[in-house]
């Protein structure tokens, strides 16, 4: 079974910290997506990494795909309250047609 | 901008009743999917569609039933609702040579 496993869980940190959320794999991706999803909305594609290595930044949120095309890290800067939400990753693990999320992560940025 | 719709945004039915939840999307995209999804918890994929007239069943054992006549529109039926479709539905579609699925806003239904 192919899993993706996203670390943390749960977070709840004040606003003006850092954070990083992980999302790890035994498999090998073409590339990786990250959503953001709000209570009662669709998850909201916030980036696609392709490249193992590659680095991408949106604003304060900065994107890592590891080399081996494995994982992949989500890094927030300066957290504000807009950025509570459920956080995903997801991809085609090679070899496969199937789409899966990882477990989420759950983000509650305090004011 | 993903351009994909999802209606009603919001119902809420009493048991036995059939409904229709309707996803179009204008991106021309060859798959779509529909996921159910509780209140914080993970997406599990019931019905997909590669393309017209294309439709099969997901990981999670639904109810439901969906048609693909048409590649913009994606509808998804519930012949006798029972409170135990309570829940978010969400649909998504894909270009068939990308892995990027784009979601619609979802729909929350809560069976009487």
């Known amino acids: 079974t192919q899993l993706l496993e996203q670390s943390p869980q749960f977070l709840s940190i004040q606003e003006g910290e850092n954070l990083t959320v992980y999302c790890n794999s035994s498999?090998?991706?073409?590339?990786l997506q990250w959503y953001r999803q709000e209570p009662g909305e669709g998850p909201v594609l916030l980036v696609t990494?392709?490249?193992?290595?590659e680095v991408k930044k949106l604003k304060r949120l900065t994107f890592q795909f590891g080399d081996a095309r494995k994982d992949s890290s989500l890094h927030i800067t300066a957290a504000q309250p807009g950025d509570t939400g459920l956080y995903l990753c997801?991809?085609?693990?090679?070899?496969?047609?199937?789409?899966?999320f990882g477990t989420g992560t759950r983000l509650k940025v305090l004011a | 901008e993903a351009d994909i719709y999802q209606t009603p945004r919001y119902l809420v039915i009493g048991t036995g009743k059939k409904i229709t939840l309707e996803c179009s999307q204008t991106?021309?995209?060859?798959?779509m999917y529909w996921y159910q999804q509780d209140p914080g918890m993970e997406l599990h994929l019931i019905h997909y569609?590669?393309?017209?007239?294309?439709?099969e069943k997901g990981d999670l054992s639904s109810e439901s039933t969906v048609s693909r006549i048409r590649t913009e529109h994606f509808p998804l039926t519930l012949e006798s609702a029972r409170p135990s479709h309570t829940s978010q539905y969400l649909c998504?579609?894909?270009?068939?040579?990308?892995?990027?699925?784009?979601f619609g806003p979802g729909t929350r239904l809560t069976v009487l």
């Open positions: 998504a579609s894909r270009r068939a040579a990308q892995d990027t699925q784009y």
């Open positions: 498999s090998v991706f073409s590339s």
């Open positions: 990494v392709v490249t193992g290595g």
């Open positions: 997801a991809g085609v693990p090679l070899g496969t047609y199937k789409y899966i």
């Open positions: 991106m021309g995209h060859d798959k």
């Open positions: 569609s590669y393309g017209v007239n294309s439709t």
